[in-house]
T-cell receptor
Framework: DAGVIQSPRHEVTEMGQEVTLRCKPI?????LFWYRQTMMRGLELLIY????????DSGMPEDRFSAKMPNASFSTLKIQPSEPRDSAVYFC????????????FGPGTRLTVL | GDSVTQMEGPVTLSEEAFLTINCTYT??????LFWYVQYPGEGLQLLLK?????DKGSNKGFEATYRKETTSFHLEKGSVQVSDSAVYFC???????????FGSGTKLNVKP
């Protein structure tokens, strides 16, 4: 298996632009997580899905952030409009139903908002 | 509520030194405990786990024992290498996966 795939790996955009981050989980994993990592705030859980359904989005910082999982093999995290304080590394992770603490992380997307 | 507390870093050691990174937790019930490692420029990887009291997780020379009486899960390695330089995260999950928490991470620097 190729592991969790994220794209793009790097994204540089200007303030006010829409940003879409993409994630393909490991096949057969029913849970999918989106995290944000910054020096100041560390690793933050933004949202997670179970069987394509959002379960907990309490970590989503504000309405500018939205996430979808239209099918078991694809998820997006969208920021609209983007702001410089959104600059961070965004990770996607997935796991199996009975092993939810054992998450497999993607390589991350480094987002820079100018 | 449930939480995980790690010692602050960075921790700087010389090669072949003994490593301890402290982790304590607060939880209702009987959580599973984990250590993850993040190498520079990469995502987190599961390093080891323990699912019940007195269990010892081990991998790549690292060990951690689930201590219910002290609510701790300290990470240890007898002889660190430069290649162990990374950020280490302690984490817990409850059985039903209603909750999952990462600690704040501890950066380890190993000097040759």
């Amino acid at each position: 298996d190729a592991g969790v795939i994220q794209s793009p790996r790097h994204e540089v955009t200007e303030m006010g632009q829409e940003v879409t981050l993409r994630c393909k989980p490991i096949s057969g994993h029913d849970y999918l997580f989106w995290y944000r990592q910054t020096m100041m705030r560390g690793l933050e859980l933004l949202i997670y899905f179970n069987n394509n359904v959002p379960i907990d989005d309490s970590g989503m910082p504000e309405d500018r952030f939205s996430a979808k999982m239209p099918n078991a093999s694809f998820s997006t995290l969208k920021i609209q409009p983007s702001e410089p304080r959104d600059s961070a590394v965004y990770f996607c992770a997935s796991t199996e139903p009975d092993r939810v603490g054992e998450q497999f992380f993607g390589p991350g997307t480094r987002l820079t908002v100018l | 509520g449930d939480s995980v507390t790690q010692m602050e870093g960075p921790v700087t050691l010389s090669e072949e030194a003994f490593l301890t990174i402290n982790c304590t937790y607060t939880a209702t019930g009987y959580p599973s405990l984990f250590w993850y490692v993040q190498y520079p420029g990469e995502g987190l990887q599961l390093l080891l786990k323990a699912t019940k009291a007195d269990d010892k997780g081990s991998n790549k020379g690292f060990e951690a024992t689930y201590r219910k009486e002290t609510t701790s899960f300290h990470l240890e390695k007898g002889s660190v290498q430069v290649s162990d330089s990374a950020v280490y995260f302690c984490a817990l999950s409850d059985r039903g996966f209603n909750k999952f928490y990462f600690g704040s991470g501890t950066k380890l620097n190993v000097k040759p």
